[in-house]
């Protein structure tokens, strides 16, 4: 049931899809907001990601050229020369991060023509060429003028992947493409920003490709009239609508990626500004480039294999079950200590748990957020370097990155966040005792305790030791969580624990324990190192 008092209706853009949310604006003289997704949309595609950018118009939307819409009356505006400097800077940040609309997909590394056009095919029914005053008639005449235009170049014809993968239809018969002399066929499901930032010129009907083109400072043509077009800054087939006069790039840019578009924070959700988004999606190009297109992982079970596939975005993962299988000189992903078997050149990564894992335990298939990637070796084995022990040996810590640890060590100390976060029970600290120790349990089965631990490697012992050192100690002994939940086997002689010890805690979260005790001693376990976050002193 509709509510009495309505402002507005929105619906998405001028597709069919909001027929009916723009049937009843009309019916009851209400405004209709147009929603599309923004220019800079998001790291994945539409239907892996959410959007990281709308815009919202309240005149029309902007691939339609029959009618004025927001973005039109936006970019007329005059701008200040503040706001020409911050569209200038945006243009700069754009190149130097190499983003696009989407930003999944790695760049092109193929051969490039030495001296080529880009021509941009589209998917056919693409709304923004029907009301972008094309037909398809328009894409022969873009290819014809693109060849004519430049007789020295090749014309790259960008087709969309979904055309190659039948899933779609283009604009272009691909088979006669391929037989047109100077005509290079692009198919790959590529980024296309080396295509924009090496190509002469640019030649497209509606795509965005064109808008992209001339932040990249490139001739632009246009055989449509999308909503970059008629505004002095490209070469159009098509006249303008009288209502679009000059304007600068600045104009331009400042109306479509900061006036026009609403931007939300990929990480807090809030309202955020346009070099905000800019700055997380170039983040994540860099990290999905950090390994090559294809890798490989080793021995992961079917549970996890989605994990891998999540941490190692930007990679095609293939799952193996021996470094025989792997080909030479290629990336393979282990889990833990895993030693490669092989002598041939193959680059081996280590994953594990991060120190902040989760709400709920790994050994109840509660999936992480963190995990740690290691070319070394592994943060707990001792017995050899690990990339860990590389980075606090040979990293110069400047006052930026020292200032942001002290951040996220208030924080973490704030929020009491530990690996786990779990445990709800209260604890009170005993009124008189004057040194309160904490001793944590460890799965006595665990790696870190088989290659970190030379001496003493079970609980019962550790607890001894502690109290023949500090006999006048208020001592407590918080079991593993793993063994608490029958998921892990309680250490050997564990059960005795009680004779070592004055209390011990089970259901009480970590981090609420750490504030209220002196001193942690531990074999190998993680909890020493968040008491060093909370200032602690750990044996």
């Not at 873009?142 to 283009?170: E, R, S, W, Y």
């Not at 100390?413 to 009124?431: D, I």
């Not at 407590?476 to 998921?487: F, I, N, S």
Request: charged residues 25%; contains cysteine; hydrophobic residues 35%.
């Amino acid at each position: 049931k509709l509510p009495q008092s309505i402002d507005a209706v929105a619906g998405w853009g001028n597709k069919s899809t909001s027929q009916q949310a723009r049937l009843y604006a009309q019916q009851n003289s209400l405004p209709y907001l147009a929603i599309e997704d923004g220019f800079l949309r998001s790291v994945g595609l539409g239907d892996s990601a959410p959007p990281l950018s709308v815009v919202i118009d309240e005149i029309g939307i902007y691939y339609d050229a029959s009618r004025p819409s927001s973005l039109e009356a936006q970019i007329a505006q005059k701008r200040s020369d503040d706001e020409a400097t911050r569209a200038n800077d945006l243009i700069n940040a754009w190149r130097t991060a190499r983003v696009s609309k989407y930003n999944h997909l790695r760049e092109y590394t193929g051969e490039l023509p030495d001296n080529y056009v880009l021509v941009a095919d589209q998917t056919f029914g693409d709304a923004s060429v029907q009301l972008g005053q094309a037909d398809p008639d328009c894409f022969q005449r873009m290819l014809q003028a693109a060849l004519a235009d430049n007789p020295d170049c090749t014309a790259v014809v960008k087709i969309h992947p979904d055309v190659f993968a039948g899933k779609k239809k283009g604009y272009f018969d691909v088979a006669a493409l391929s037989t047109t002399p100077r005509v290079q066929v692009l198919s790959e499901n590529v980024h296309p920003v080396r295509l924009i930032e090496s190509a002469k010129s640019i030649y497209v009907v509606t795509s965005q490709i064109g808008f992209e083109g001339l932040l990249w400072g490139k001739p632009v043509h246009t055989f449509g009239m999308p909503f970059y077009a008629g505004w002095g800054l490209t070469t159009d087939e098509q006249s303008a609508p009288p209502r679009r006069t000059k304007a600068t790039l600045a104009q331009l840019v400042y109306a479509a990626l900061i006036d026009y578009p609403r931007y939300i924070d990929a990480e807090t959700h809030e309202r955020c500004e346009a070099e905000d988004t800019l700055a997380h999606i170039s983040l994540q190009r860099q990290k999905r480039n950090r390994f090559p297109a294809v890798v490989y992982a080793l021995g992961f079970s079917l549970y996890k294999r989605p994990i891998v596939r999540d941490f190692l975005q930007g990679s095609e993962v293939r799952f193996i079950s021996s470094f025989k299988s792997l080909p030479d000189d290629s990336t393979v992903f282990v889990w833990g200590s895993t030693g490669n078997d092989s002598d041939r050149s193959i680059r081996t990564i280590h994953l594990e748990d991060g120190f902040l894992r989760s709400v709920g335990l790994g050994a109840d298939l509660v999936r992480p957020v963190s995990w740690v990637m290691d070319e070394q070796g592994i943060y707990f084995d001792s017995s050899s370097p690990s990339g860990l022990e590389s980075l606090l040996q040979s990293t110069t810590f400047n006052e930026a990155l020292t200032s942001r640890a002290a951040l996220l060590r208030e924080r973490i100390v704030s929020a009491r966040l530990t690996k786990y976060n779990v445990g709800e029970s209260s604890w009170h600290r005993p009124a008189q005792s004057e040194r309160v120790i904490l001793v944590p349990g460890q799965v006595e089965t665990d790696a870190s305790i088989t290659f970190g631990a030379p001496d003493l490697q079970r609980n019962i012992d550790l607890l001894r030791a502690v109290r023949k050192k500090n006999p006048d100690a208020y001592i407590v002994y918080k079991p593993h969580p793993d063994v608490l939940a029958g998921l892990r086997a309680e250490g050997q002689d564990e059960q005795s624990a009680s004779e070592y010890c004055d209390e011990i805690v089970t259901e009480v979260s970590m981090g609420d324990l750490l504030q209220l005790v002196d001193e942690v001693h531990v074999l190998t376990s993680l909890t020493g190192f968040e008491a060093l976050l909370r200032g602690k002193s750990v044996t």
